[in-house]
């Protein structure tokens, strides 16, 4: 059945709905076309809903991570820009319009290929705090790139200490390059 307060039945749903006969799994995969209802998930949508309702807060800044490079390739005078693709969220404390950073950090990366199929991630702990205080995702940044915008950020973060995954090509080529 649906959640509570949906309202969009039709012919066509109530006999989707009876033709899977309670496969749950089915019925959300194939007819909402629902990503979560083609695995095992703990929790439900409307759980997963409500826990980030209560648990989430909007972030302090949202823009983005921009930077030089010198003849050489090198990644120069990164700096953070208000607005753009909103790509980089930080939570801390905000000063001018910018975030501060004021802290020791870790950055944690997951790097994808870059063609739209999954985020690359790069999640910043507050090592004082122990607590997620900013992330830059995005779906569409080839490693190469990424890894050069890791780079940018892990000088703004005061030489942070980053970590990566580095299994698959992608992963080993994303480490080659930002150690490069």
């Not at 870059?114 to 690359?120: A, D, I, K, R, Y």
């Not at 950020?153 to 992963?171: C, K, M, P, Q, Y």
Request: charged residues 25%; aromatic residues 12%; contains cysteine.
């Amino acid at each position: 059945s649906l959640p509570p307060g949906a309202d969009v039945r039709s012919p066509w749903h109530d006999y989707e709905e009876d033709k899977r006969r309670g496969n749950y799994r089915d019925f959300i995969s194939n007819v909402w076309a629902s990503p979560i209802g083609s695995q095992d998930s703990v929790f439900s949508t409307i759980t997963l809903s409500r826990i980030e309702s209560q648990t989430l807060r909007k972030p302090t800044f949202a823009g983005d991570i921009s930077f030089n490079r010198t003849d050489d390739g090198r990644v120069v005078a990164p700096r953070v820009i208000p607005g753009g693709k909103r790509r980089f969220l930080w939570w801390g404390k905000v000063e001018n319009d910018l975030p501060v950073f004021d802290s020791d950090y870790v950055v944690g990366c997951d790097p994808s290929l870059g063609t739209g199929n999954s985020n690359s991630v790069a999640s910043i702990l507050d090592v004082d705090t122990h607590e997620i205080i900013g992330t830059w995702v995005d779906p569409n940044t080839p490693y190469e790139q990424f890894a050069d915008i890791v780079t940018a950020l892990g000088r703004l973060l005061h030489e942070a200490f980053v970590i990566f995954e580095n299994n698959g090509g992608h992963g080993i080529n994303f480490g080659r390059r930002l150690f490069a």
